[in-house]
């Protein structure tokens, strides 16, 4: 795993690690190896996004690597899974041919940001608050941020309310940020973190809500977080030139894309 990309050892930082895997497992996840890479699977749900591979270790020669993707396609469909691998390209540039060698083809690329402290530039629109959801807010509440993330995805991540409740429940707090603009629910965020290094991602905005700083304040609010509870770098992936855009203006630097590759159901 060798890049000569100046922000290396940031790009380092964002890789999984064993207690990230841990902890999936912890939330219910199944994690399994094959070879250089792991697989996250959710026991409950087959949505795609919940079930994961990804390049853990060095890979190898091609031959082995193109074995492995293999056996990985194999393992998502003994479990009727949609085999889905993401990583991020500076760190792994070798692997986009290795997977089109192996039947998988690329599904999409996203430009990969990261911020630091000291570029760091809040934004706060005075209209919009910001708050982190916890277990003991009300179904309105819950239900607002599931269905805002839905309309504007595109994707519903939870089967029922209920659903948003566990999941904020069993994190704790202080990662579902739920944004009002002038007091009507209008946008929605997620971060997590571990070992110092945060991810924001579910940034979403209703249509009638945006260029009016919801997306930018929000944004702010968990950074700003983070950043006060101790984390040194913070991490996203910008979806569309606007987004990228945005996150440039709150301080960060474009640094590579994150690729997400499907397998081929034609090979």
Known sequence: MQTTDPHRDSLRRLEPTASSFDQAAGLGGEVVAVGPFRVIFSRSSENIWLNQAMPYESLGSSEEVV???QQLRQLFAERRRSPLLEFNEPLWPEL???????????????PLMLCVPADFRPFLNPAVAVRFLSGRDTDADLAAYRQIFSQVMEL??????????????????????????????????????????????????LPEARRRG?????????????LAAG????????????????????????????????ANPGS
Not at 101 to 106: L, R
Not at 235 to 255: D, I, M, S
């Open 214 to 226: 919801v997306a930018a304040t929000l944004t702010t609010f968990m950074v700003q977080d983070r």
């Open 156 to 205: 519903d991540l939870w089967r029922s309310t209920e659903d948003v409740r566990v999941e904020v429940e069993r994190l704790g707090g202080r990662c579902h940020a739920l944004a009002a603009l002038e007091g009507t629910p209008a946008g929605t965020g997620f971060i997590s973190s571990s070992h110092a290094v945060a991810e924001i991602t579910r940034v979403a905005t």
């Open 231 to 262: 984390d040194t770098l913070v991490w996203l992936t910008a979806q569309n030139p606007e987004a990228q855009a945005l996150y440039q203006k709150l301080g960060f630097r474009l640094v590579g894309d994150r690729l997400y590759y499907r």
């Open 96 to 110: 986009p041919p290795l997977l089109d060698a192996a039947g998988f083809v690329e599904d999409g690329r996203e």
């Open 67 to 69: 074995a492995r993707l």
